[in-house]
């Protein structure tokens, strides 16, 4: 008998290899909440959204579960307010958890510890292909969420559905053949739509392979890093020290306490403390006393970030200039501002007066996204210069309270729906996790 031993047969095996603790599933209910805090608002219409009604309208006329998956999949992206993961470059939940979702209301399974153990591998594999893909995959303009999520996806629903190692390197493979999304479509809907489209492939990927359809086993993982690694790949990173500690854990998911893109918030925190700055030196008339503002960052780290005069709130996510200006002003980063409505016109008046500086002494960004900092120096009317830098290890450092996240979202539903959803929350039965994806899903 011939033993397969490409990296896709060793990769198929490893998702069943190891079980997480208590610790790791603990870290995987925080993220589910995380999830939830993202999506409702948006699913249950307490905030606008420009392609919601579309996605509805198209996908969910016929009930299945490729198109709850891609429902879940946009509606958790579609505040932009979803954790990140930072191998990943990407939002690795939001396709995940959409997934699983999925899958556990159509097939009817709602065994908590292997659904949390599933979700946890998912996060695990999200991590792994960030670091095996290397440094050049999202630099040379592909949206990782939309790209590495499909396979991130799919390996947690092959390890929830205990697939033979046969079924999970074809599903894997035809995952991996589906994986598309370009990052030029960052501050437009299609954005969260690519998690839809991730989670879909996800959810195909394993119907078609539990329905024999055929599909290689082997060398469609090491094509797919070859491809898309654009010679920066490293592929034994794939597998190596896999689990020592969960990536759930270190470095752990990020969640975000901003409905903007992530590359925004070391630069609006140093807003933040300029804005106080300012209130020390008796300054509170922020149009009137700021002649220009410069931000400095390495090379490449407005890559994400890359809308300069945005039109709407959509756009403005991925605006450095509104996110300063609003920060400045406003002292916080109200979610309602970020949504589909139109950008405020005395934000963007002062959005204008803020110039972009790349630090050319920083290495580039794509070398080392860890390294990154934001710079920001205001040029005050009477002369006068104050500024303040802040890394991305810091805003990363800093707690989020996650619970406070999903209260803030839960207060904006109607009443009866909100509890609903707290009787769930601490999803630590099988019948908790029945009802709660019976209330995504239904």
Known sequence: MRVDTSLTAEFAKILFTHTPTNKERTAARRGI?????????????????????????NFLTTASAENTALKLGYLSHALDYDDYHAAFRGHPSTVILSSLFALSHALGRFTIQDFLDAYIVGVEVAGRLGLAIGTRHYSM????????????????????????????????GLAATQSSGLRAQFGSATKP??????????????????????????????????????QAEQPQLLLADWATPWRIIEPGLEFKRYPTCGGTHSAAEAAFTLRQKCFELGISDFYSAIKRI??????????????????????????????????????????????AVPVNPSLSALAARVERCPDFSAPADELDPDRRFHRVTLFLDDGRQISHCVTRRETAAAYTDVDKKLAVSLALLPSSIAEQFSATLTLDSDKQLQQLASLLCS
């Open 33 to 57: 909440s995380d999830f939830l805090a993202s999506l409702l608002p948006v699913s249950l219409g307490s905030l606008p959204d420009a392609g919601k009604q579309a996605v509805l309208d």
């Open 141 to 172: 303009g592909l949206h990782s969420t939309a790209t590495l999520g499909p396979l991130a996806a799919t390996a947690a629903c092959c390890r929830w559905l205990a697939l033979s190692l046969e079924q999970t390197q074809i599903a894997l």
């Open 193 to 230: 739509l690519h998690s839809g489209f991730a989670a879909r492939s996800a959810v195909n990927s394993v119907q078609l392979t539990m329905a024999n359809f055929p599909g290689q086993e082997s060398g469609v993982l090491e094509s797919f890093l070859s491809i898309f690694g654009y």
């Open 294 to 339: 410069e931000v400095s960052f390495p090379p490449g780290a407005d890559t994400a970030p890359n809308i300069y005069h945005p039109v709407d709130g959509i756009q403005a996510r991925f605006s450095l200039e509104y996110v300063i200006a609003d920060a400045l002003v406003n002292g916080s980063l109200a979610l309602e501002h970020y949504t």
